[in-house]
């Protein structure tokens, strides 16, 4: 039965179902893609497919498509810096989360003022590199997103080559799956969800760790190249889920299973990695 009542919250509602609410209120602060899929407007898309209200505060901006990242221009941090004050001064945000930062400068001012308008349920998505292989993140950025950004997370979602930087060698096995989680939590993360998808076998498993338990969140396999946007797309949903006052717990397995249904149904855009379905 709660499987079951996960299941129905964790479709997106209809217009009637929003009819005349005060909808919830997100916050995503990460970088624009100019092809949609990932980043910014992925969040958007993905926070209004489960009627939550999303607000944004644009890091850094990319001339990008399917096939790759052509160029990146940071944002001032201190541009970044306002566009979340005036986000939290105007809005009841219930939850927020981080895509590509860029670089220490941006980091540590997005920390600062995470902290400073004590925005809650924050989730970050520790973006390093695209889908085509392109840094998003300067090289001296990683120890100030271990120690001043993780202590304030609810939920850090990295992949597997973000874990391994994270963890300072491979992770390619369940087992270092499970050490880098831990790894996170130390430096003072509540929550980690690390993403297994790049690990072989029929099924695409991620492992959550609360911080004392282990949940092995497994999705049967899609063979496409159509991923776009995926971990965006994922995080943006627990944000949106959290948002609605979902338990952490809850909100992981709802969006595992709304990931795993946009991969199935990706229309296939562009040339390259095309996006995820969104509205899945």
């Given amino acids: 039965m709660a499987d079951s009542g996960r299941q129905q919250r964790g479709r997106a509602p209809n217009h009637a179902d929003l009819a005349g609410a005060i909808p919830r209120?997100?916050?995503?602060?990460?970088?624009?893609?100019?092809?949609?899929?990932?980043?910014?407007?992925?969040?958007?898309?993905?926070?209004?497919?489960?009627?939550?209200?999303?607000?944004?505060?644009?890091?850094?901006?990319?001339?990008?498509?399917?096939?790759?990242?052509?160029?990146?221009?940071?944002?001032?941090?201190?541009?970044?810096?306002?566009?979340?004050?005036?986000?939290?001064?105007?809005?009841?945000?219930?939850?927020?989360?981080?895509?590509a930062l860029g670089s220490e400068e941006l980091i540590e001012v997005v920390a600062a003022s995470i902290g400073e308008h004590a925005i809650p349920n924050l989730v970050v998505d520790p973006v390093m590199i695209s889908k085509h292989g392109d840094s998003l993140m300067a090289k001296g950025a990683v120890d100030v997103l271990r120690t001043q950004l993780f202590p304030r997370a609810a939920l850090v979602t990295p992949n597997l080559h973000e874990a391994a930087v994270l963890l300072g060698g491979p992770v390619d096995s369940e087992a270092q799956m499970q050490d880098a989680a831990r790894a996170v939590c130390d430096l003072g993360a509540a929550a980690v969800l690390v993403k297994g998808g790049q690990l072989?076998?029929?099924?695409?498993?991620?492992?959550?760790?609360?911080?004392?338990?282990?949940?092995?969140?497994?999705?049967?396999?899609?063979?496409?190249?159509?991923?776009?946007?995926?971990?965006?797309?994922?995080?943006?949903?627990?944000?949106?889920?959290?948002?609605?006052?979902?338990?952490?717990?809850?909100?992981?397995?709802?969006?595992?299973?709304?990931?795993?249904?946009?991969?199935?149904?990706?229309?296939?855009?562009?040339?390259?990695?095309?996006?995820?379905?969104?509205?899945?």
């Fill in 200 to 280: 072989p076998g029929e099924d695409a498993v991620d492992l959550f760790y609360d911080g004392a338990e282990f949940v092995r969140l497994a999705a049967t396999r899609i063979d496409t190249p159509h991923t776009h946007g995926t971990g965006c797309t994922y995080s943006a949903a627990i944000t949106a889920f959290l948002a609605r006052g979902e338990t952490l717990t809850d909100a992981v397995h709802l969006a595992k299973d709304f990931i795993a249904r946009a991969i199935a149904s990706a229309p296939g855009l562009g040339h390259g990695h095309g996006p995820v379905d969104h509205w899945a």
């Fill in 25 to 99: 209120i997100a916050l995503t602060i990460a970088g624009s893609d100019s092809g949609g899929g990932a980043g910014i407007q992925a969040d958007l898309k993905t926070f209004h497919h489960f009627g939550v209200y999303g607000t944004s505060a644009l890091t850094l901006v990319t001339a990008q498509n399917t096939m790759g990242v052509w160029d990146v221009q940071l944002l001032r941090p201190e541009l970044v810096a306002k566009q979340i004050e005036v986000v939290a001064g105007d809005f009841e945000v219930r939850a927020v989360k981080t895509g």
